[in-house]
């Protein structure tokens, strides 16, 4: 069965420094979302994109954050100055047409790359 | 703006027995997509249970099972039979469209041997 993957699986970076998290939809999927989970916390949206360009995003994506589709398959979150706040399970999920059958409302997640700032 | 709220923090359950979990919302929609995901210990996403809206009959999935009541913008969700490896946070998550899932809080769930 088809799946989201994500790299790296845990990624430790010092503050300042840039992140690049990688992911890889579902090939046939048109919707992509990235989401954040700080460790005991709910999950949280910070973006999602299709057609080539950011559709929303929350009030946590910032400046410091930008999201790419570089080619056909991958999707990127790019950090550009960590702070420390910014350590968290971030995950990568993405949702498909109707055409393909598969219902747009349900989204499927990778496994998360968990960010540690030091 | 939708919201999403789970108001047990903590549950636990004899293994074998039935355990509910609540979860209520609040949005203006009328057609809409909720949502069950568990989570592990390895953080991944689990995906358990949907229910569209619109279907007022109430979803199931082997031993899970949800209580969908649209007036009262309430969604639990019951598993049945519960096994050791059922053990994990539980998020419900609301949807409209294809936009951002919204997600509540999370419910821890222990299964007591």
């Known amino acids: 069965e088809p799946e989201v993957t994500q790299t790296p699986s845990h990624q430790v970076t010092q503050m300042g420094q840039e992140v690049i998290l990688r992911c890889v939809p579902i090939s046939n999927h048109l919707y992509f979302y990235w989401y954040r989970q700080i460790l005991g916390q709910k999950v949280e949206f910070l973006v999602s994109?299709?057609?080539?360009?950011?559709?929303?995003k929350s009030e946590i994506f910032d400046d410091q954050f930008s999201v790419e589709r570089p080619d056909g398959s991958n999707f990127t979150l790019k950090i550009r100055s960590t702070k420390l706040e910014d350590s968290a399970m971030y995950f990568c999920?993405?949702?498909?047409?109707?055409?393909?059958?598969?219902?747009?409302?349900?989204?499927?997640f990778g496994p998360g790359t968990r960010l540690t700032v030091l | 703006a939708q919201t999403v709220t789970q108001s047990q923090p903590e549950m636990s359950v004899q293994e074998a027995e039935t355990v509910t979990l609540s979860c209520t919302y609040d949005?203006?929609?009328?057609?809409?997509?909720l949502f069950w995901y568990k989570q592990p210990p390895s953080r991944q996403m689990i995906l358990v249970i949907r229910?569209?809206?619109?279907?007022?009959q109430n979803a199931t999935e082997n031993r899970f099972s949800v209580n969908f009541q649209k007036a009262a913008k309430s969604f639990s969700l019951k598993i049945s039979d519960s096994q050791l490896g059922d053990a994990a946070m539980y998020f419900c998550?609301?949807?409209?469209?294809?936009?951002?899932?919204?997600f509540g809080q999370g419910t821890r769930l222990t299964i007591n041997p």
């Open positions: 994109f299709y057609n080539n360009e950011i559709s929303e």
């Open positions: 949005t203006s929609e009328s057609d809409y997509y």
């Open positions: 999920a993405s949702s498909g047409s109707g055409a393909s059958g598969r219902n747009y409302n349900e989204q499927f």
């Open positions: 998550a609301y949807i409209q469209g294809a936009q951002k899932l919204v």
């Open positions: 229910q569209e809206a619109y279907k007022q």
